[in-house]
């Protein structure tokens, strides 16, 4: 775990984590890992962490920088893409990306980071913005800013970590004209719901009743001004608009830059942009589950030193759910009904083993363990289920 490159993401200094002590820096990193929930000492209450004062545990995480703690992403991304099928919708990647927001504790030097409270409120809050597989259930890329930074900005960062054949879908609060010129230039495809007003092209559309078309839309002087700010060419954009009627009778558009219709059919962005909720149920995780907002400090890197270990944690488990899947598949193959593994009962069986995972001797029994509780662990699929949103 301790590479030069790790060090030199974490700004760790040359003498920093030498001496032998009883907390070195795996043990570190692997108790940030380590869902905490309770209080530091209820956490370093446990042999691993034998002999380790809360004092000492919050001097050493000084040294660490935060985002060292995200990049431990890069290997164990790098390392499923390599070993194992992904799921894909037709030969492409589907991502989506999503934003929310965090409560912050109330501090000078949380404020000075992500900024002061909204109006009307006495809490700070942060932006998250994810760019999430919804197929494999893993985070791609995450960003955790100050709430001052649009989420269209967070989505246009996040297309660095995209590549050539991923489509990444985004809601009705994402569309803009120049976010649609940076996927042309970066050679990105996407489908988008549109606000019914977005622009003439989309009007247009709806009043001519056709299921699907292929528009080009051209940019006003607003869009023409965004694009120059972003360095964008503001030419038209070829764009092909779907339209979709939802059970309750109301019409939704959909634009995408798939524009070949045989390749493509209208028929399945319906089903397709219903797979974007994936997203959206990471953040209810997140904050049901892992209790992304009880932060175990009160500064702007404790909570940001909080926040990245719990998506490594996300993402491992759906990595080891992914291999219980397989393993149930092939046991449960006779059954009439499909089933998946519970996402819920996975994730709690990581409680404490992360750290086991990090630094014990016994880590290929334990994963082996692992994965098999998570593949015993099944709850029927039922398709076409809808509940209202609790708000």
Not at 18 to 44: C, F, W, Y
Not at 129 to 134: A, F, K
Not at 239 to 256: P, S, W
Not at 347 to 372: E, Y
Request: charged fraction near 25%.
């Amino acid at each position: 775990m301790y590479s030069a490159e790790f060090a030199d993401l974490a700004r760790i200094h040359p003498e920093d984590f030498t001496r032998q002590r009883a907390l070195p820096l795996p043990h570190l990193v692997s108790m940030l890992l380590n869902l905490r929930k309770g209080s530091i000492g209820d956490e370093l209450d446990q042999p691993l962490a034998d002999g380790v004062s809360s004092s000492a545990f919050c001097q050493a995480r000084l040294k660490l920088d935060p985002r060292a703690l995200m990049a431990l992403n890069r290997p164990l991304l790098e390392g499923f893409e390599r070993d194992f099928s992904a799921r894909l919708w037709h030969d492409l990647r589907l991502l989506a990306v999503d934003g929310s927001t965090a409560r912050l504790p109330h501090t000078d030097d949380v404020m000075a980071t992500f900024g002061a409270p909204p109006e009307g409120s006495a809490v700070p809050l942060a932006r998250f913005s994810r760019l999430y597989d919804v197929l494999n259930n893993l985070v791609i890329a995450a960003d955790f800013e100050s709430r001052q930074v649009g989420e269209r900005v967070l989505a246009g960062e996040h297309l660095a970590a995209t590549r050539a054949n991923d489509l990444i879908l985004y809601d009705r609060g994402y569309p803009a004209f120049w976010l649609f010129a940076l996927h042309r230039q970066e050679h990105r495809h996407f489908g988008a719901r549109m606000p019914l007003d977005f622009s003439h092209e989309v009007s247009d559309f709806l009043a001519g009743g056709k299921k699907s078309e292929a528009v080009l839309f051209t940019p006003g002087p607003h869009a023409r001004r965004q694009c120059q700010v972003y360095g964008l060419a503001p030419d038209p954009i070829p764009l092909r608009l779907i339209r979709v009627k939802l059970k309750n009778g109301e019409t939704e558009v959909l634009a995408t830059s798939l524009l070949d219709e045989a390749a493509y059919l209208s028929t399945w962005f319906k089903h397709l942009y219903h797979l974007r909720w994936g997203v959206q149920e990471g953040y209810k995780r997140e904050k049901c589950w892992l209790e992304i907002e009880n932060f175990s400090g009160l500064s702007a890197q404790v909570v940001k030193q909080d926040f990245y270990p719990k998506l490594f944690a996300l993402n491992l488990t759906a990595v080891l759910s992914w291999i219980a899947h397989a393993i149930a598949d092939r046991l449960y193959r006779d059954r009439k009904q499909a089933y998946r593994v519970k996402f819920t009962h996975a994730f709690s069986k990581m409680k404490d083993n992360l750290v086991r995972l990090f630094v014990s001797n016994s880590s290929p029994q334990l994963l082996t363990a692992l994965i098999l509780a998570m593949a015993a662990s099944l709850e029927a699929v039922r398709s076409d289920r809808s509940f209202p949103r609790k708000r």
